[in-house]
T-cell receptor, first 109, second 116 residues
């Protein structure tokens, strides 16, 4: 399985944008990039996914590098409720999703 | 649509006992996954079903673990002769498989197992 690399933790001030990076240098041409987040005491929840083009939804934006070897999840205005572990995952469509340790985001009021 | 439901939320058992967890997926979803998560780690894949067929089992799933999904609806995960190392959060997720690579998993809140 292609793997991803994320920082262990990040910190942000409330109401400021947050850029969560993910490296996936061994990504294959058909792998989709998925992001999930896990709030305390809950199961993970889907955030966004993309293949080549940048994607926006009500929760976040996904910026994908032109060579697809990295991507960035963008939270436009962090709130205290965004404090969670964020997982960047590659989906080949052939195997179940493999979660790493993710990035623990702390939001400071 | 009430989302993915897991029962019980918490289970405390003694080493050597058998335990069974239940997962009720979102009704129209054809895939159901079981994951396990320990403190500080991401969820680890255990097994998954497409409708009633169990398509894949992780090497993590020892012979003491068995999962079923009768009639392609709810699923149960049973652990026989529990060991302290089985203590973890057991997560269930469901999805509607349509396009490869674009499957969105919907997770339940998990069952926290503590083996004493």
């Amino acid at each position: 399985d292609a793997k991803t690399t994320q920082p262990n933790s990040m910190e942000s001030n409330e109401e400021e944008p947050v850029h969560l990076p993910c490296n996936h240098s061994t990504i294959s041409g058909t792998d989709y990039i998925h992001w999930y987040r896990q709030l305390p005491s809950q199961g993970p929840e889907y955030v966004i996914h993309g293949l080549t083009s940048n994607v926006n939804n009500r929760m976040a934006s996904l910026a994908i590098a032109e060579d697809r070897k990295s991507s960035t999840l963008i939270l436009h205005r962090a709130t205290l409720r965004d404090a969670a572990v964020y997982y960047c995952i590659l989906d080949s469509g052939n195997t179940p999703l493999v979660f790493g340790k993710g990035t623990r985001l702390s939001v400071i009021a | 649509d009430t989302g993915v439901s897991q029962n019980p939320r918490h289970k405390i058992t003694k080493r050597g006992q058998n335990v069974t967890f239940r997962c009720d997926p979102i009704s129209e979803h054809n895939r159901l996954y079981w994951y396990r998560q320990t403190l500080g780690q991401g969820p680890e894949f255990l097994t998954y079903f497409q409708n009633e067929a169990q398509l894949e089992k992780s090497r993590l799933l020892s012979d003491r673990f068995s999962a079923e999904r009768p009639k392609g609806s709810f699923s149960t995960l049973e652990i026989q002769r529990t060991e302290q190392g089985d203590s973890a959060m057991y997560l269930c997720a469901s999805s509607l498989r349509q396009y490869p690579g674009q499957e969105k998993l919907f997770f339940g809140s998990g069952t926290q197992l503590s083996v004493l």
